[in-house]
């Protein structure tokens, strides 16, 4: 498994932005999927938004127009720039690749929109 490790979460009032990173212990440049995933207190985890080996993406209707996945220019990086957070984002988010049969994840980072 890949180890991977997520920053930029935080406190910020809803309208805001925050940039998320997550970084891997390894490259990630050919990995299957990239993704980020968030879970609310008392919900299920749900896809925000992913990056296929190709570039294709993905996004929860939610997000879209205000979410943008990406690569880092280093191999083993991958971004959500958040913009116009609303309370509902206020979540632990979570990184995730797929490499073959294998899913692996970060240790999540909070963050919270103030309204």
């Known amino acids: ?8 979460g935080g406190l910020v009032q809803a309208g805001g932005f925050l940039r ?3 970084a891997a212990s390894q490259s990630i440049f050919r990995a299957d999927v990239m993704g980020w ?9 749900e896809l925000v ?10 996004y929860a209707e939610s997000v879209k127009g205000r979410f943008t996945i990406s690569k880092g220019h280093a191999e083993n990086t991958v971004h959500l720039q958040m913009n116009s957070l609303k309370p509902e984002d206020t979540a632990v988010y979570y990184c995730k690749v797929v490499h073959g049969p294998i899913d692996s994840w970060g240790q ?3 963050v919270i929109v103030s309204s």
């Open 37 to 45: 995933y968030r879970q609310a207190p008392g919900k299920q985890r």
């Open 108 to 110: 999540g980072t909070q």
């Open 20 to 22: 998320l990173s997550c």
């Open 49 to 58: 938004a992913d990056i296929t080996s190709g570039g294709g993406t993905n």
């Open 1 to 8: 498994q890949v180890r991977l490790v997520e920053s930029g």
